[in-house]
């Protein structure tokens, strides 16, 4: 069995500086014209001034913030400086001095990294990366339009309505539909993982007894198991808003956003805040080591996944009674990603129902808060008929 | 899954367990409440989704190395009325187990 050491790093990590030094805090002007009105143009991907319609974009953050070599070469710790510890006392409102007229502008950078001057009219962005975390190492823009967003949310809805809460549908309004960049960690690994546990292969199934006091036995093998794997994960991704990351079905529909991943984080390209203009941003309040919990969690789960196929042949099943993952070298990298979010606050029970989209793939999933008194009327009518079946299958036989 | 495989699979168990399997016609009894309650799970559970997730372990790029490890007999087991082994939890990846040193 191959048997790497495991160097579960502690030692401080390696950060690379993902800084665009192209931009500033404050006025960020088109390259052609110089004015301050840009935005994402989501059918090209590229930001586009709305003055004099120059269209350019930032270059991709894959290969040019790091390196994109073997993962199995991945050792340490390595973070984006935009993935770097939060400060204590950071505050997610950040002032702002105009250039264009010297006013004081206020940005909070909990919901939006950026603000327009209220006197010069001039918008004014966030790019320097500041201690609040409010500012990631790269950016994946909508490429999804709130056209295709609202089509989709509507059939997403459209095929629950039956058993759907009537006040939901009364009040439903898809075109509400809010862009909004979620924070996220996208997470390379250099893993080991190992499972031990028992499992039965069965050796001989037999009846004994007759007629209705016939039961069947079983007779079989047990083995104890041990499998070892090494792998790598490549842009694992993980929520970095601590809110987010809590999905409790029972009192929050959060793994709604959470069901819609994979993105395709690759074509994520460097920070530049006008990307986000005209949409909504939630900011990053967890550091790495928060999230290393996590991590763990989902890269023995995978472990776990791949172990599978190779006990294939204890058909009665394997008990895992035992695992442990070692982790050689993990990359970490702040990013926003889009989802365009239709939200319902569902005031009886307390709860805010999304139904969410992709804004790349378009993938689609939702909560559609439900009609109790229907849905039982039917769950019991349906249990009333089946019972009367059995009840005839009875007195027949 | 299919509609009616999420059915069968919430329904079947509970009819197995519910006194079928034991050979009672009773248990057939039973159809009835248990049909009422996967079609209630199956409906909210459509429209709530509150079972869905990122599949992380197949959807994440992953490369592994061919799986080593060891398989050694310990016992017998001889006339268990068990279908399967106890805890199986072959499927449940997800399903934290006590943390080896």
Redesign the interface.
């Known amino acids: 069995?191959?048997s790497i050491p495991p160097s579960q790093p502690q030692d401080q990590p390696e950060v690379v500086n993902t800084q665009n030094a192209d931009l500033g805090d404050g006025v960020n002007r088109c390259p052609r014209c110089g004015s301050t009105d840009i935005q994402l143009r989501a059918s090209t991907g590229m930001l586009i001034c709305l003055f004099c319609r120059h269209e350019w974009s930032e270059q991709r953050a894959e290969g040019q913030l790091f390196d994109d070599g073997d993962?199995?070469q991945l050792q340490g710790t390595t973070l984006g400086s935009g993935a770097a510890d939060i400060a204590a006392d950071a505050n997610a409102v950040v002032t702002l001095k105009c250039q264009g007229c010297g006013a004081e502008v206020v940005v909070n950078t909990a919901a939006a990294m950026s603000s327009r001057c209220h006197w010069c009219r001039h918008v004014l962005t966030i790019n320097n990366q500041i201690a609040n975390g409010a500012v990631p190492d790269a950016v994946l823009p909508f490429s999804l339009s709130h056209q295709d967003a609202v089509a989709r949310i509507t059939e997403f809805a459209s095929k629950?309505r039956t058993?759907?809460n009537r006040q939901f549908l009364k009040e439903f309004t898809p075109e509400n539909v809010v862009g909004v960049y979620m924070p996220y960690m996208i997470v390379d690994g250099n893993v080991s993982g190992?499972v031990?546990?028992?499992?039965?292969i069965e050796?001989r199934r037999y009846t004994r007894g007759s007629?209705?006091?016939?039961?069947?036995?079983?007779?079989?093998?047990?083995?104890?198991?041990?499998?070892?794997?090494?792998?790598?994960?490549?842009?694992?991704?993980i929520e970095s808003s601590a809110e987010r990351a809590m999905?409790d079905?029972s009192v929050n529909?959060n793994?709604?956003i959470?069901?819609?991943?994979?993105f395709d984080t690759k074509n994520a390209v460097r920070w530049n805040a006008n990307y986000l203009n005209g949409f909504s941003s939630e900011k990053r309040d967890q550091d790495v080591e928060h999230l290393r919990p996590a991590l763990e969690?989902?890269l023995?789960?995978?472990a776990?996944?791949?172990?599978?196929?190779?006990?294939s042949r204890?058909d009665?099943?394997?008990?895992?009674?035992?695992?442990?993952v070692d982790v050689h070298g993990t990359r970490w990298v702040s990013m926003y990603l889009p989802v365009w979010l239709y939200s319902y606050f569902q005031e009886e029970k307390n709860m805010v129902h999304y139904i969410a989209v992709n804004g790349r793939t378009g993938e689609t999933?939702?909560?559609?808060?439900?009609a109790q008194g229907r849905?039982?009327a039917?769950?019991?009518a349906?249990?009333?008929?089946?019972?009367?079946?059995?009840?005839v299958?009875?007195v027949v036989? | 899954m299919g509609i009616g495989a999420e059915v069968l699979a919430t329904g079947l168990p509970i009819l197995a367990s519910g006194g079928s399997g034991d050979?009672?016609?009773a248990g057939?009894?039973l159809?009835?409440?248990?049909?009422?309650?996967a079609?209630?799970g199956l409906?909210?559970r459509?429209?709530?989704?509150?079972?869905?997730?990122?599949s992380?372990?197949?959807?994440?790029?992953?490369?592994?190395?061919p799986?080593?490890?060891?398989?050694?007999?310990?016992?017998?087991?001889?006339?268990?009325?068990?279908?399967?082994?106890?805890?199986?939890?072959?499927?449940s990846?997800?399903q934290?187990?006590?943390?080896?040193?």
């Open positions: 069995m191959t993962l199995t629950r058993f759907a190992d031990f546990g028992h499992g039965e050796t007629d209705e006091n016939r039961k069947t036995y079983y007779d079989a093998d047990v083995y104890q198991i041990h499998r070892h794997v090494d792998f790598t994960v490549d842009d694992l991704t999905m079905a529909t793994n709604i959470n069901t819609i991943l994979p969690h989902q023995l789960s995978i776990r996944s791949q172990a599978a196929p190779s006990v204890y009665r099943g394997v008990r895992w009674e035992a695992e442990k999933m939702g909560s559609i808060p439900v849905l039982l039917v769950s019991a349906v249990g009333v008929a089946v019972e009367a079946a059995a009840i299958i009875l036989s | 050979g009672s016609p057939i009894l159809a009835g409440p248990i049909a009422a309650i079609v209630y409906l909210f459509y429209y709530r989704n509150t079972d869905k997730s990122h992380f372990e197949t959807e994440t790029r992953i490369q592994a190395a799986i080593t490890g060891g398989d050694q007999k310990v016992n017998e087991i001889r006339g268990t009325q068990q279908s399967q082994i106890e805890g199986n939890n072959v499927g990846h997800r934290r187990v006590r943390r080896a040193p």
